[in-house]
């Protein structure tokens, strides 16, 4: 199995609840931050993004809003979905080509 | 398209042995990346390359070497595996130019244990 995600945060919802992932980030000088869901077995996957002249995005069924002012960012995800359960990585993005992982949540979704 | 497509998918090595761990992407992307992911620490950046003939190192650089000769190919060299090199490998990719526009996607990643 998997062994990666053993020591993660976990969020539990309820289908059809809104989902609320919380990430800090680390360096004031990002400028790009990115959501990734990673599925078992599988690579990040792109979710939603946001540059840092923005304070909110969204997408279909999913929101994200930048405060840089405590540098932190949040994925929101309304009616979740069982299909929805995965690890939620955010990642940072400094004005360099390297991007900044998160140590991810694990998203539970009971029926 | 088949994206990103990393292989092997698992590889068991004892210490000591080489190894090479093969990326490629048949989007055209000029930048290309590795990361390791272990318990607890998300992913961590080892090798990147923002086109063919030039790299650099990442975060975790040290035990690894990467070239990268042509645009599709980006493989991941171990010279003599340890165990602390245990660990899932994901290859990723993404189009040159304006960074912030441009997220980057990642392959299904190489499980590779080191006895």
């Known amino acids: ?111 | 398209n088949a994206g990103v497509t990393q292989t092997p998918k698992f590889q068991v090595l004892k210490t000591g042995q080489s190894m090479t761990l093969q990326c490629a992407q048949d989007m055209n992307h000029e930048y290309m990346s590795w990361y390791r992911q272990d318990p607890g620490m998300g992913l961590r950046l080892i090798h990147y390359s923002v086109g063919a003939g030039i790299t650099d190192q990442g975060e975790v650089p040290n035990g690894y070497n990467v070239s990268r000769s042509t645009t599709e190919d980006f493989p991941l060299r171990l010279l003599s595996a340890a165990p602390s090199q245990t660990s899932v490998y994901f290859c990723a990719s993404r189009r040159s130019g304006d960074r912030k526009n441009q997220p980057q996607h990642f392959g299904d990643g190489t499980r590779l244990s080191i006895l």
């Open chain 1, 1 to 111: 199995g998997e062994s990666v995600g053993l020591h993660l945060p976990t969020l539990s919802v309820q289908e059809g609840d809104n989902s609320i992932i919380n990430c800090a980030y680390s360096n004031s000088a990002s400028d790009y931050f990115i959501w990734y869901k990673q599925e078992s077995g599988k690579g990040p996957q792109f979710i939603i993004d946001i540059r840092s002249n923005m304070d909110k995005r969204q997408g279909q069924r999913v929101t994200v809003l930048l405060n840089k002012t405590v540098k932190h960012l949040s994925l929101q995800i309304a009616a979740t979905q069982p299909g929805d359960s995965a690890v939620y990585f955010c990642a940072e993005n400094p004005p360099a080509d390297k991007l900044i992982f998160g140590t991810g949540t694990r998203l539970q979704v009971f029926p």
